[in-house]
């Protein structure tokens, strides 16, 4: 298949406009005739259901939390970014745009992620308007901060729960929808296959995850909105609960997946303290805004320090090494998170990691404190702070934070074209789920913006355009589509119920995750990629052969969520290594030793790789299928990055 983006012609900052003149309209008094299905609540999810009822459309929203407040945006901390340039400091809509084409190393399509600039000043004025607490200045204007990646403070915040504030600004539109009868919403639904009728998707099929009833749901567009993968790693800073099941499922008939390599690990995170751990604590990017990050000077020092001989107060500072503003002075502890998270690595690797394991580097806020108050840094970090004393048992009032670079966000996801529309006619992607804004690795406070943008701002225009070409005639689930697509989900079920295997499902996440960390996580070569690929095909098979999963399909069985998720993850695993042994470059989060400057920044090959790698599944067992979109880059120079 040819893949086209729809990109608009014409110069960049008039593309947006000319599209939404340009597509299909449905008439006011027709929009109630069409149904649309919405699978997931989080920020994209929920400003798509509700934004979409709002035009008069009849949604489906499904959930498989028992609210939607729960949706893993909650967890977002930072700030959400935005080019109004309030700072008068030179933002603007295309500086937004380089930053974020750069941030993510020249390997996302220009037309989308200028949009992203456009629509950003408009999310802030709907938040506000939604009574989204932000951070404010003393004369009342909203307050900005910066973060990775800028030399601009562009990033709108609410202390450090802005993700929390923005969700209960989504769920409360959505809430009205649903007071409103315009939305129906399905709560402790999961959605296990899409329904392809006559090669457009017309529905899906969902397990109620109380009753353990398989249901089937008709629509005349699915819009997925299910968040990244990063649980294949096993450890993230993601929720337990977040998997990859519905846009594999949508994969496995016949949406592309496109960049799954690219995976963002964040450098800020609470370090790994054991075995029983099932996730990772994140300490928000912003807080390099004021924390300095450094190690000991000298192994000796470091070796000292894990043995509890001194402690970091200890340390003078000639025998501190502050080694990203001494690596990247322009732009210090503000450089990308991928080139924050190769440095400390490297510090680790060195032997001058701090902590009983050594695989930390400090965050320290003595400087900030000294300047201000503990009172001032507590007024813009205080519920930070205390997370990390709660999780910790340390005060980073008094001792530097320890942290280390851990999974947090997917730049990869199901390809979509400028509609947000995937390779299956009337399957949407929107947020994390798909492919589109991010490139190789995504900049802090952007994950919100994409999520609302596209919810907001995006989808609710250009769903329109298929379903003016969609008879508004009802849907309904007596297709046999539906009925094949149910009976393959029992199947499925029933299959992962009779294996009576020795081992949980837990056991293999854990086997996949280390896997995936050590040779498909911060770097990358092609000999443990090789490695990796052999032994998760094995794991796949032990899986299929050894699992075992107590109790039954007829009831609550969260065994059984795990292990339909888990296989999802194997099969996951294993286009990204493939993804990634293909990529012979190194770009953003994908580094690939062998390919590196000589200063140790990651080197690409634009003559052999500006393309998204778009995947199509080709039956089980078989290899995958390469589909290639050419990137064209019009309105930004493609040069080696440079943060120094």
């Given at each position: 298949m040819e893949l086209l983006s729809k990109a608009p012609e014409g110069p960049l900052a008039e593309k947006w406009d000319k599209h939404k003149f340009n597509v299909k309209l449905v008439n006011p008094a027709n929009k109630r005739k069409y149904d649309v299905i919405v699978v997931g609540t989080g920020l994209a999810g929920a400003a798509a259901a509700a934004s979409l009822a709002e035009l008069g459309y009849n949604v489906k929203a499904f959930t498989y939390h028992d609210s939607p407040r729960r949706a893993h945006s909650i967890a977002a901390q930072g700030g959400i970014n935005a080019a109004k340039n309030y700072q008068n400091d030179g933002d603007s809509v295309f500086r937004l745009f380089y930053d974020t084409i750069k941030g993510g190393d020249y390997r996302a399509r220009e037309a989308n992620v200028y949009r992203l600039a456009q629509v950003s000043v408009n999310i802030i004025d709907q938040c506000v308007a939604q009574g989204v607490p932000f951070a404010r200045e003393y004369g009342g204007l909203l307050a900005n901060r910066s973060f990775g990646g800028a030399q601009v403070s562009r990033t709108f915040y609410a202390r450090g729960q802005t993700g929390q504030q923005l969700l209960l600004g989504a769920y409360s539109a959505l809430s009205r929808q649903v007071a409103y009868g315009k939305v129906k919403l399905y709560t402790r639904s999961e959605m296990l296959d899409v329904v392809v009728v006559d090669g457009q998707a017309r529905g899906i099929v969902t397990r109620n995850l109380i009753t353990g009833e398989v249901q089937t749901h008709a629509a005349h567009a699915v819009v997925l909105a299910t968040g990244g993968y990063g649980n294949v790693f096993y450890l993230s800073t993601n929720a337990m609960y977040c998997n990859v099941t519905a846009p594999w499922r949508a994969h496995k008939k016949g949406a592309y997946f496109a960049n799954p390599c690219f995976t963002q690990i964040h450098p800020t995170c609470i370090p790994v303290s054991g075995d029983y751990q099932s996730k990772l604590t994140l300490m928000s990017e912003s807080l390099r805004n004021d924390g300095r990050v450094w190690v000991p000077a000298t192994k000796e020092i470091a070796e000292r320090l894990r043995k509890g001989e001194i402690t970091a107060t200890d340390i003078k500072e000639?025998?501190?090494?502050?080694?990203?503003?001494?690596?990247?002075?322009?732009?210090?502890?503000?450089?990308?998170?991928?080139?924050?998270?190769?440095?400390?690595?490297?510090?680790?690797?060195?032997?001058?990691?701090?902590?009983?394991?050594?695989?930390?580097?400090?965050?320290?806020?003595?400087?900030?404190?000294?300047?201000?108050?503990?009172?001032?840094?507590?007024?813009?970090?205080?519920?930070?702070?205390?997370?990390?004393?709660?999780?910790?048992?340390?005060?980073?009032?008094?001792?530097?934070?320890?942290?280390?670079?851990?999974?947090?966000?997917?730049?990869?996801?199901?390809?979509?074209?400028?509609?947000?529309?995937?390779?299956?006619?009337?399957?949407?992607?929107?947020?994390?789920?798909?492919?589109?804004?991010?490139?190789?690795?995504?900049?802090?406070?952007?994950?919100?913006?994409?999520?609302?943008?596209?919810?907001?701002?995006?989808?609710?225009?250009?769903?329109?355009?298929?379903?003016?070409?969609?008879?508004?005639?009802?849907?309904?689930?007596?297709?046999?589509?539906?009925?094949?697509?149910?009976?393959?989900?029992?199947?499925?079920?029933?299959?992962?119920?009779?294996?009576?295997?020795?081992?949980?499902?837990?056991?293999?996440?854990?086997?996949?995750?280390?896997?995936?960390?050590?040779?498909?996580?911060?770097?990358?070569?092609?000999?443990?990629?090789?490695?990796?690929?052999?032994?998760?095909?094995?794991?796949?098979?032990?899986?299929?052969?050894?699992?075992?999963?107590?109790?039954?399909?007829?009831?609550?069985?969260?065994?059984?969520?795990?292990?339909?998720?888990?296989?999802?993850?194997?099969?996951?695993?294993?286009?990204?290594?493939?993804?990634?042994?293909?990529?012979?470059?190194?770009?953003?989060?994908?580094?690939?030793?062998?390919?590196?400057?000589?200063?140790?920044?990651?080197?690409?090959?634009?003559?052999?790789?500006?393309?998204?790698?778009?995947?199509?599944?080709?039956?089980?067992?078989?290899?995958?299928?390469?589909?290639?979109?050419?990137?064209?880059?019009?309105?930004?120079?493609?040069?080696?990055?440079?943060?120094?």
């Open positions: 000639e025998d501190r090494d502050y080694f990203l503003e001494r690596k990247y002075p322009a732009f210090g502890n503000l450089v990308p998170r991928d080139v924050a998270s190769r440095n400390a690595k490297q510090m680790c690797d060195e032997g001058r990691g701090v902590g009983s394991t050594g695989l930390a580097v400090y965050l320290d806020f003595a400087d900030i404190i000294k300047r201000t108050s503990a009172e001032a840094v507590s007024q813009k970090y205080g519920n930070l702070f205390a997370m990390y004393e709660k999780i910790t048992d340390e005060n980073p009032y008094q001792l530097p934070m320890r942290i280390y670079p851990a999974v947090h966000y997917t730049m990869g996801g199901l390809w979509v074209d400028y509609n947000l529309q995937t390779t299956i006619p009337g399957l949407y992607a929107t947020g994390e789920c798909n492919f589109s804004d991010h490139g190789a690795n995504r900049l802090g406070a952007s994950a919100l913006m994409q999520g609302l943008a596209d919810g907001y701002f995006v989808i609710p225009y250009t769903i329109g355009d298929q379903l003016a070409q969609t008879p508004p005639k009802p849907v309904t689930t007596d297709h046999p589509a539906f009925a094949e697509a149910k009976a393959s989900v029992q199947a499925r079920v029933e299959q992962l119920l009779s294996i009576n295997g020795t081992r949980t499902p837990d056991e293999f996440h854990k086997k996949l995750g280390h896997l995936m960390w050590e040779y498909c996580g911060m770097a990358r070569n092609a000999e443990g990629l090789k490695y990796a690929k052999a032994e998760i095909a094995k794991l796949r098979k032990e899986f299929w052969s050894d699992v075992k999963v107590l109790g039954n399909g007829e009831e609550m069985n969260q065994a059984l969520e795990k292990a339909g998720r888990v296989a999802d993850f194997i099969e996951l695993g294993e286009l990204m290594v493939d993804d990634a042994l293909d990529r012979n470059e190194s770009c953003g989060g994908h580094f690939r030793e062998e390919y590196a400057t000589e200063d140790g920044e990651a080197k690409r090959d634009d003559d052999h790789y500006a393309y998204v790698a778009a995947w199509e599944y080709m039956g089980e067992n078989q290899p995958e299928r390469l589909n290639k979109e050419e990137l064209v880059f019009e309105n930004v120079k493609l040069t080696q990055r440079s943060y120094k």
